[in-house]
């Protein structure tokens, strides 16, 4: 790949129209370890999107177009949607047990509801979305321990 083709295939992020909408029309804010907890104590029903680098995986474009829809779609049901900075995503969203990218996740308070995860058709989404938000308790949560052979 030659400089002018590697230039033209990068993705700015900030720069890039589909996340220039994202923040500045949809709302998102960037989510990191410094605001997670300032995030978590809003109150409410919000949304975190979590999702890798565009420059490494592309279905992170798919779901930056998608988010604000869907953020949209909810109305004034969701008072908050962040996009999960991509150098601590998978980190953050593993502490909610998600582990394909891209997720979309929901929060009442500080609750954990339940994510979507991998990228999905709108049906799906709005679907598996509104499922989620009428839980009455949070998905439980599991970890997988390994034993030792003694």
Request: proline share 4%.
């Amino acid at each position: 790949m030659n400089t002018i083709t590697k230039s033209i295939a990068h993705i700015d992020t900030e720069t890039h129209p589909c996340f220039v909408r994202l923040r500045d029309q949809a709302g998102f804010e960037i989510l990191n370890e410094d605001n997670l907890e300032a995030f978590l104590d809003l109150e409410g029903l919000k949304m975190a999107v979590f999702a890798d680098d565009p420059n490494a995986r592309k279905e992170t474009m798919d779901i930056v177009v998608i988010a604000p829809e869907l953020k949209k779609a909810f109305g004034n049901t969701l008072s908050q949607g962040v996009l999960a900075d991509f150098m601590v995503a998978r980190a953050i969203a593993a502490r909610w047990g998600l582990r394909s990218m891209p997720a979309v996740a929901l929060f009442r308070n500080r609750e954990f509801l339940g994510a979507v995860q991998g990228l999905q058709t709108w049906d799906d989404y709005c679907q598996k979305l509104v499922s989620i938000m009428q839980k009455p308790q949070s998905t439980p949560r599991v970890i997988a321990l390994k034993s030792e052979a003694f």
